[in-house]
């Protein structure tokens, strides 16, 4: 990795992640106490489940779909905190026009932007996102981490910066090189003095249940980029020196949890027999798939689904499915066939074997978790290669009529596509994150039936495949 250029991509990042004042917002909703599970992780504490139940989570979604230039950002909206949702989707979505307007298509080496979320604090009066991004320029990786905070009720958002006094900034620099250097790290005197490290070191914040915090040291930002990401604690007694008023009630809220929280098991759901087979050596059948959900359109399709009497495939995130249970449990439970897409949507043949092993093995972990059992598997972007074939352990579903419902974002586009391009066998691709195209669902399923197709899903259209064989249509 070049370091000038990843100065500049962090400096970058800083600039977009630099507008601090973040206006409280009057108007926002009561208390929510949202439902999600958070992505377990190494180093940290563990954020807690909560135990009451409120209105859920859901995920929000840009994504391009384009094998040559990816991008996948996903982020969540949290019922109680606006503000929050707000500005995770503002810096996202900046993030997406920096990145496409700094790289072009490459078919080769495609230039990728992904980013993934977690909770981090989850208590009744605050909750923290972590946002991971994953930048790829075509040689090299770089991966940067964020801490933004919510207020339930109040609405007010705080960057990880802001825990900290404006007067204690150079103070934080000065304690985490010190916990550094305690740690056996080699500090490195020249970017520590940098200008504006402050907003570079303290980005990501993080409180324990005693009320240390914890530092995640982002590539290359005091240390050196053998070191890659590091975690270091400042105890509580150092922590409390550095805290802006703000700070110390996130850091109350952190404390005040009692600790994580079990979710009690979901039942299996028993997926209903269809109450008529179709024999699509027969029937003229087509399958529905729709990829990267669940989100906030997916209930809206459901009903729709349910309404004309559809079957459908979901191809799921597992980040998606951990956030919204519900959903996918509800899939199930009304027929459909639930495959999965990974844990995050890594472009899977910039990957080593074990690396895309550990990526669909997450994804397919996340949906039995929720207590159903994934069928079949779907690359994102469509993308394998032969150690995904070996390691993948399902039947890879792909399309052979792509709506390109991403790009266009138009239900009467994404209707021509699907209707004007499916033959007898046909698997039509689409996504339930899109409102346009659950806007599309039910004028795709007349023009289908008129042409006298039947809707079912990819297994029932392809029957058995072995795991690791690959279908684009019947
Ligand atoms: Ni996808």
Known sequence: MNRARTLAGAALLALLLSACAIAPD????????????????????????????????????????????????????????????????????????????????????????????????????????????????????????????????????????????????RAAVDAIAAAL???????????????GVE??????????????????????????????????????SVAEGLLSEQGRHVRDAAVDLTGPVSPSPEPP????????????????????????????ETARLLDDLAREGVPATFFVLGT???????????????GHEVGTHTLSHKQLTKLSAEGQRAEI??????????????????PPYGSYNDATRSVVGAPMVLWDVDTLDWKTRSADATVSAAVGGAKAGSIVLMHDIHAPTVDALPRVVAGLREKGFTLVT?????GTREPGSVSSRR
């Open 26 to 169: 009057p108007g926002s909703s009561p208390s929510a106490t949202p439902d999600v599970t958070p992505v377990p992780t190494t180093a940290l504490p563990q954020a807690t489940a909560s135990a009451t139940a409120g209105p859920a989570w859901s995920v929000e979604t840009l994504s391009n779909n384009d094998p040559a230039l990816p991008v996948h950002l996903q982020w969540p909206v949290v019922p109680g905190a606006p503000e929050l949702t707000r500005v995770l989707g503002a810096d996202l979505a900046a993030r997406e026009r920096a990145f496409l307007a700094e790289y072009e298509p490459n078919a080769e080496a495609p230039p990728e932007l992904r980013g993934t979320w977690q909770t981090v604090l989850d208590a009744p009066a605050w909750v923290g996102v972590r946002i991971e991004l994953y930048e790829f320029a075509g040689a090299s990786g770089q991966v940067t981490t964020t801490v933004v905070y919510g207020q339930n009720m109040a609405g007010q958002a705080l960057r990880s910066s802001d825990l900290v006094a404006p007067a204690a900034q």
């Open 181 to 195: 250097r305690a740690d056996g790290h080699e500090v490195l005197d020249d970017l520590v003095g940098a200008p």
């Open 199 to 236: 907003e570079q070191l303290l980005q990501d914040l993080v409180f324990g249940p005693r009320g240390e915090l914890v530092v995640r040291v982002g590539e290359g930002v005091a240390l050196p980029f053998s070191d890659g990401i590091v975690d270091v604690t400042l105890q509580p």
């Open 269 to 296: 759901v028993a997926v209903p027999q269809p109450a008529a087979s179709v024999d699509c050596a027969v029937a003229q059948c087509v399958a529905l798939t729709f990829d990267d959900g669940p989100g906030r």
């Open 320 to 334: 998606s499915a951990k956030a919204q249970p519900a959903l996918v449990r509800r899939m199930a439970a009304e």
């Open 361 to 378: 093995a997450r994804g397919i972990e996340a949906v039995e978790a929720v207590g159903v059992t994934p069928t079949v598997f779907r």
């Open 458 to 462: 990819v297994s029932t259209l392809l």
